[in-house]
């Protein structure tokens, strides 16, 4: 099992960055593939990105492509969500994801361990 637990979230003014960190616990972090998600009020939780257990493949939503940066190490069992160019419609609770039997997926219901989620509120 692990244990996900998300940090870095806030306010911030449309333009700016905010980097969200995921500590995870255990020995076996670098066996799960992992993922951020987010959701808005009203909305589904949709998916922001993920990286596989090497880091080699990162796909990530069209909608944050260019502008967000998934990273993770290893070593310190810590995956980072880098944000910048923010918009208001990046407003959500982000939740980072993982699991280690998928080895890549969009979808929320494929992964096990989740975080309790960090508000990020983006001004205009």
């Known amino acids: 099992q692990v244990q996900l637990v998300e940090s870095g979230g806030g306010l911030v003014q449309a333009g700016g960055s905010l980097r969200l960190s995921c500590a995870a616990s255990?020995?076996?972090?670098?066996?799960?593939?992992m993922a951020w998600f987010r959701q808005a009020p009203g909305k589904e939780r949709e998916f922001v990105a993920a990286?596989?257990?090497?880091?080699?493949?990162?796909p990530y939503a069209d909608s944050v492509k260019g502008r967000f940066t998934i990273s993770r190490d290893n070593a310190k069992n810590t995956v980072v969500l880098q944000m910048n160019s923010l918009r208001p419609e990046d407003t959500a609770v982000y939740y980072c994801?993982?699991?280690?039997?998928?080895?890549?997926?969009?979808?929320?219901?494929?992964?096990?361990?989740w975080g309790q989620g960090t508000q990020v509120t983006v001004s205009s």
């Open positions: 994801a993982a699991d280690r039997y998928v080895i890549m997926s969009t979808t929320p219901s494929n992964y096990n361990y």
């Open positions: 255990g020995r076996t972090f670098s066996s799960y593939t």
């Open positions: 990286m596989s257990r090497s880091g080699g493949n990162t």
